[in-house]
């Protein structure tokens, strides 16, 4: 695994494939590089991969607040991969942050691949209907992360972006480093919520003018739906693919059948 300092961050990285076109992977957060394995394998033929842990996730350098907001340090992280238009692919997160790349550096991707992006103003703005239903299902975390207990925190956000292990199957090394990681979540939580990040303000996702597939799993709670309703209504090029029987974590639980959508897109 490759590593340097990439936007001024020391940041580790892995490369998949050997395929003609160049593509970014962006993983989510608590998960490292490694989470694109599967997708890789389907996929490798056709792209060659670059994906890197983000700030405090797998190899990378701890995050430290001071650096700036995390989306936009990741975002410049992810920037200072590239040199010309590419691929951009990302998931939950790391799919905002794909999105925050090519709002302000869309020189550098040439299409965009969202899969379950959890970019909750938009939903909000476009459903404030849907609000009640949001704050219900985040209410047992947001009350953990209140309480700083890190322990309730990781099993209610893996409750309802996990892979559907249950907590209790979890191995407790594996609890313990989702528990240490509950302040990424929160670091990540301004841009996702309020938009600091201002990709809503003025013309902002309009000028997204690059091909874009949105992917989605048909067991993903329902604002991620409302999710992907704005972001159709915002990008003026964006096409929608629903993966059936999948949830949030369709690129690792459902690795194939993402790869397919991401072919069929690309046209590869």
């Given at each position: 695994?490759?590593?340097?300092?990439?936007?001024?961050?020391?940041?580790?990285?892995?490369?998949?494939?050997?395929?003609?076109?160049?593509?970014?992977?962006?993983?989510?957060?608590?998960?490292?590089?490694?989470?694109?394995?599967?997708?890789?394998?389907?996929?490798?033929?056709?792209?060659?991969?670059?994906?890197?842990?983000?700030?405090?996730?797998?190899?990378?350098?701890?995050?430290?607040?001071?650096?700036?907001?995390?989306?936009?340090?990741?975002?410049?992280?992810?920037?200072d991969f590239l040199e010309t238009p590419t691929d951009v692919i990302g998931h939950?997160?790391g799919a905002t942050v794909a999105l925050r790349l090519a709002v302000e550096r869309?020189?550098?991707?040439?299409?965009?691949?969202?899969?379950?992006?959890?970019?909750?103003?938009?939903?909000?703005?476009?459903?404030?209907?849907?609000?009640?239903?949001?704050?219900?299902?985040?209410?047992?975390?947001?009350?953990?992360?209140?309480?700083?207990?890190?322990?309730?925190?990781?099993?209610?956000?893996?409750?309802?972006?996990?892979?559907?292990?249950?907590?209790?199957?979890?191995?407790?090394?594996?609890?313990?480093?989702?528990?240490?990681q509950m302040h990424l979540v929160a670091a990540g939580s301004a841009a996702l919520?309020?938009?600091?990040?201002?990709?809503?303000?003025?013309?902002?996702?309009?000028?997204?003018?690059?091909?874009?597939?949105?992917?989605?799993?048909?067991?993903?709670?329902?604002?991620?739906?409302?999710?992907?309703?704005?972001?159709?209504?915002?990008?003026?090029?964006?096409?929608?693919?629903?993966?059936?029987?999948?949830?949030?974590?369709?690129?690792?639980?459902?690795?194939?059948?993402?790869?397919?959508?991401?072919?069929?897109?690309?046209?590869?």
């Amino acid at each position: 695994m490759p590593k340097g300092a990439k936007a001024g961050f020391p940041a580790y990285w892995t490369t998949y494939g050997q395929g003609p076109r160049a593509a970014l992977m962006i993983h989510c957060t608590l998960a490292h590089s490694g989470s694109w394995g599967g997708v890789a394998r389907h996929v490798s033929g056709a792209l060659s991969m670059t994906a890197f842990d983000m700030p405090g996730h797998g190899r990378s350098g701890a995050w430290d607040a001071a650096r700036g907001e995390f989306q936009g340090v990741t975002a410049a992280i992810a920037a200072d991969f590239l040199e010309t238009p590419t691929d951009v692919i990302g998931h939950s997160f790391g799919a905002t942050v794909a999105l925050r790349l090519a709002v302000e550096r869309p020189d550098l991707v040439r299409s965009l691949v969202l899969i379950e992006p959890v970019f909750f103003a938009v939903a909000l703005r476009e459903r404030p209907d849907i609000k009640a239903q949001y704050e219900a299902m985040i209410h047992d975390f947001d009350t953990a992360m209140d309480a700083g207990d890190d322990w309730a925190a990781a099993r209610a956000f893996t409750a309802i972006w996990g892979d559907g292990h249950p907590w209790d199957t979890v191995p407790v090394a594996e609890q313990r480093r989702l528990a240490g990681q509950m302040h990424l979540v929160a670091a990540g939580s301004a841009a996702l919520s309020e938009d600091v990040g201002g990709m809503l303000d003025g013309e902002g996702l309009s000028r997204v003018v690059q091909p874009t597939l949105l992917i989605e799993g048909s067991r993903s709670p329902a604002i991620v739906a409302a999710i992907m309703d704005g972001l159709t209504a915002r990008l003026p090029n964006a096409t929608r693919s629903v993966i059936m029987g999948a949830g949030h974590m369709a690129p690792v639980t459902h690795a194939a059948q993402v790869s397919v959508e991401i072919l069929r897109f690309l046209r590869v």
